[in-house]
């Protein structure tokens, strides 16, 4: 895939982290950036620089490629959204189905602002870990949002812009499958201790699947997938 350059949407999750060693072994050069929304779980930014640290300590190949990573607040996202993630409601589901962790809109908004950068800092592709598969209920996950996006982005930037989504088809077991592709047991096992996904920010009890409370629609995914791929 050459040389040119890719932006990474990372946020210490298992589809972002491996997002992110796809993008550095497609690659030459990598940037990441992630967003500080006043999540209610801080843990989920502290996992985020914990993984990159294990990366660059376990991953030498790796090493030279991976670049400046951009941590960008956005508090105004807060201020709109009454959510589960960023209040202290108690996470359920909506009448139209959607989780009430959904702040509408709030991948397009994620996907400005990294096309933003991605143009001042001379980077063509964009990665993010959205997924078809396991999240029906995110509208701006779906696989024509990020196609409308792409041209919409590349349009008003004046400038061809790539949305790159490895994961858009693949099932949570896949995930894992496409991390020990890319970097073996070693990156499944950093992946597994070091990724946040648990929507109770519950990082004391550790499972096969890695850390969580076991019962939010996070972990329940996250343990289903890791079961399946195991098996
Ligand atoms: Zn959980």
Known sequence: M???GALVLYSGGQDSATCLAW????YERVETI???YGQRHRVELECRTDLIAGLRAQFPAWLERLGQDHALRLDALAEISQTALTSDMEFRLAEDGLPNTFVPGRNLIFLTFAAALAYRRGLKRIVTG???TDYSGY???RDDTIKA???ALSLGLNRRLVLETPLMWRDKAQTWALAQRLGGEALV???RVRSHSCYAGERTHEHAWGFGCGACPACDLRSV???KWRA
């Open 2 to 4: 050459g040389g040119e």
């Open 23 to 26: 993008a550095l072994e497609c």
């Open 34 to 36: 992630g967003f500080d």
């Open 130 to 132: 959205v997924c078809e």
């Open 139 to 141: 509208p701006d996950c």
């Open 149 to 151: 996006m792409q041209v």
């Open 189 to 191: 096992e950093l992946i």
């Open 225 to 227: 997938g890791w079961d």
